[in-house]
């Protein structure tokens, strides 16, 4: 790794990790290397040198991170700004109520839920409602449509149509359930 031997113009920030018994530096290197790709690496036996760009140097030990960048370089801040930014997330990691992949789907569910209603109201119109809050559950986001005196009700949490009083009403908000579900549905 060659930086410049003038270190005047660099600024050298130190973390020190509360680490409560977990080694965060595999999962630290592993975020920095996904993020910024293509980087120089030296491993020792205490710690890992990390060179991005040329002239962010960032060394992970067991118990801290020193990062050390040229003041004047708006690129190099905002990499020392986003590994420091990624320090704080994995060490915040462990008070984490959910998991990242039950987060993922807590907020891909959400999603699917809004988007599901979105298309209701664009087939319905004003005769679409949502009524939340009913059902077993709290929080449980239903939706009715009232079309003069024919009436369905859509549980958009499990996207089943709950009860409908018309067979011509039934199939259509079967036919626009099934439709949402595709285009809620990732490709991969």
């Not at 005047?8 to 990790?17: A, F």
């Not at 679409?128 to 009913?134: C, K, L, P, V």
Request: net charge negative; with cysteine; charged share 25%.
């Amino acid at each position: 790794m060659d930086l410049p031997k003038d270190r005047s113009d660099r600024t050298h920030q130190r973390i020190n990790l509360n680490n409560n018994g977990t080694d965060r530096t595999n999962d630290l290197y592993l975020h920095i290397v996904q993020t910024f790709g293509c980087i120089e690496t030296t491993a020792t036996e205490n710690a890992t040198k990390l060179l991005m760009l040329g002239d962010v140097e960032v060394e992970i030990s067991a118990s801290s991170v020193s990062i050390e960048w040229t003041q004047n370089s708006m690129i190099s801040q905002t990499i020392a700004d986003s590994i420091v930014i990624m320090i704080i997330g994995l060490c915040a990691s462990d008070k984490n109520v959910l998991s990242e992949s039950e987060l993922k789907e807590r907020n891909h569910n959400v999603w699917k839920i809004q988007e599901l209603q979105n298309l209701f109201r664009e087939q319905f119109g004003d005769s679409f409602s949502i009524d939340e809050g009913i059902g077993k559950k709290e929080n449980v986001k239903n939706g009715s449509v009232t079309i003069g005196k024919s009436k369905a009700t859509i549980d958009f949490s499990t996207m089943k149509l709950i009860d409908c009083n018309s067979n011509p009403l039934k199939g259509r908000v079967e036919s626009i359930l099934s439709i949402g579900q595709k285009l809620t549905t990732p490709l991969c």
